[in-house]
């Protein structure tokens, strides 16, 4: 500032008579002084204007632009989705372009309804959180009953009284089989999910995820309720986490199961995690993988390499949900669904277990553990698992009557006999762990279509393969299916009193366990496997916490059960 201040002064000598170098330095700077009032002077202008300006903006045109915008939203039309078009184009707009049709972009959305459409490329344990709401309510009561959310279940002094989501994640031919029906002239094509979407090609993505859609929806979990139960468990297979050769849904499953949480949450049902399908399949059955596939555990270095990567699945999976949302609604945690203790050494099992509750418990996850008995029973688990060592932990049974050529033979009061008699025993004398009983059905035959294996027939008329075509039914001759099979309109009185009573007597012998999950909440077609149908039916209680005094296993030896005695079929 002085220096000009100096030059401004010696240039006023200018007309003293100075010389010619003082002279066209001081016209130099009168050049710089005339460029310095320009600025000024547009300076000083620009804030003018904006003065102006800007309360106009903001207090006249954009408070009518949303005006506007408010009329239009009201009439617009919206999608079949019931998202409003100009929503999607903001939302579309805050999706960097590095974003764009990839999972977190919510224009390749098939539904949006109940997602947090807010573009995040946060993660939590290497997952994506984008769709889920930041806020939430642990408030809510499932029924009388039971706590809610935010209060501690009383596990052990109240039995669970739950539902499976099976053939919905992890799909399985018996519970969808329309998807299923795919043959040529001599065979089926599609014999398990991964085949499934091998056949699909590129089509499969959007194929699958329409299922995803449909199959389970917000109106489920409401039903759930609506039926007295307290628990879903929610099947899925690692391919909704991780892409292979095959298929590409990893993230769009795990979206569709993180909105099922929340789903859940808003109805007060406390969530039991369960992964079904392990990569290399951990049992060769279809709802494991590919059909007919074992590659893990199995001995092979594949083997080995899949039993690991399934230890890294559950390291991510377990710390995701030791988040504080997540401790009051997700409060067991499934390791691995039937490892295939038939085949594969038990002992390798067992210690792989282990090793997944140390994964599961170093990863923060609070909760329930449970581990499969393979179909080996409740018993002798203490003897690898001690309470000590492994606290809160669950041993998950298994139990159908139907999958046994003896057991599906029974005539039907001494199937009731079994179920108040025998396993009842059994659960009182050899659980010495805590136990649930995580699948049952009102299944008394195994007539559902696809039951065993796409194409495969049944063994209560004779037409299961390797049981050469011997019938299982009581008779042995003349046993079908048609009847099983048909809508239950059409049961018979006596055969609906005893698919009530098969019903009731299991869930008195498994509330006696730390609780139960049916299988499954529904099918397309096969009532006796859908909790739902046969619900609506009236095949079982109308509400799962109170059941009614139709029957009680002590009624087993009343007159007016003997009838059971006398029926081979119905």
């Not at 609906?496 to 077609?525: P, V």
Request: hydrophobic share 35%.
């Amino acid at each position: 500032m002085s220096n000009l201040l100096e030059a401004e002064s010696s240039c006023d000598s200018k007309s003293l008579g100075v010389d010619d170098f003082t002279s066209k330095r001081c016209r130099e700077i009168d050049k710089k002084a005339l460029l310095i009032t320009i600025l000024l002077t547009f300076f000083v202008s620009l804030c003018v204007f904006l003065s102006i300006i800007l309360p106009l903006i903001f207090l006249v045109i954009i408070p009518h632009a949303q005006s506007d915008r408010k009329i239009k939203d009201t009439n617009m039309e919206t999608t079949n989705l019931g998202v409003n078009i100009i929503d999607e184009i903001f939302n579309s707009t805050q999706v960097p372009e590095w974003a764009k049709n990839s999972l977190l972009d919510t224009n390749t959305w098939l539904d949006t309804s109940d997602f947090n459409t807010s573009f995040t490329n946060e993660t939590f344990a290497g997952l994506y959180t984008m769709g889920i709401f930041d806020k939430y309510d642990d408030s809510v009561q499932a029924n009388p009953n039971v706590p809610p959310l935010n209060e501690p279940f009383p596990y052990g002094r109240l039995p669970i009284r739950g539902v499976n989501l099976g053939g919905w994640l992890s799909m399985e031919p018996f519970i969808t089989p329309s998807f299923f029906q795919v043959k040529n002239e001599t065979a089926y094509l599609v014999k398990d999910e991964l085949s499934l979407h091998a056949y699909l090609g590129e089509n499969a993505t959007s194929v699958i995820e329409n299922h995803y859609n449909t199959f389970v929806t917000k109106q489920t979990f409401y039903e759930i309720r609506e039926a007295g139960l307290d628990h879903v468990r929610i099947t899925f297979p690692y391919w909704i986490l991780y892409s292979n050769e095959i298929t590409n849904v990893s993230g769009i499953g795990w979206r569709y199961l993180l909105r099922s949480i929340e789903w859940a949450r808003e109805q007060g049902l406390r969530v039991n995690l369960d992964l079904h399908a392990a990569p290399g399949n951990q049992n060769s059955w279809n709802h494991g993988g590919y059909l007919n596939q074992m590659e893990w555990l199995d001995g092979t270095v594949k083997g080995e390499e899949n039993s690991q990567f399934t230890l890294k699945i559950h390291e991510r999976l377990a710390s995701f949900f030791s988040q504080k949302r997540y401790r009051n609604v997700v409060t067991i945690y499934g390791a691995l669904n039937e490892p295939n203790f038939f085949v594969l050494d038990e002992h390798k099992i067992t210690d792989w277990h282990k090793q997944a509750y140390a994964v599961i418990r170093q990863s923060n996850f609070t909760g329930l553990i449970s581990l499969s008995d393979g179909f080996r029973g409740p018993g002798n688990w203490e003897d690898h698992f001690d309470p000590f060592h492994f606290p809160n932990i669950l041993i998950d049974v298994h139990r159908y009557i139907i999958f046994n050529d003896f057991l599906i033979g029974l005539r039907p009061k001494d199937k009731l006999n079994v179920i108040c008699k025998s396993w009842n025993e059994e659960m009182k004398l050899k659980a010495k762990l805590p136990t649930i009983i995580g699948e049952w059905s009102l299944a008394d035959t195994d007539c559902a279509k696809f039951l065993n294996n796409v194409g495969e027939g049944a063994r209560w008329d004779g037409t299961f393969t390797p049981n050469g075509g011997v019938a299982s039914c009581s008779e042995k001759v003349g046993c079908r299916c048609d009847f099983a099979n048909q809508d239950p309109e059409n049961y018979e009185d006596s055969y609906r009193k005893f698919l009530y009573a098969l019903a009731t007597s299991q869930i008195e012998t498994f509330d006696k366990t730390w609780g139960w999950f049916y299988w499954n909440w529904d099918t397309e077609n096969a009532t006796q496997w859908s909790y739902k149908k046969s619900w609506l039916a009236g095949l079982l209680p109308r509400l799962a916490y109170s059941t009614t005094k139709d029957f009680n296993c002590s009624m087993l030896d009343s007159k007016s059960f003997m009838e059971f005695d006398e029926q081979s079929e119905f």
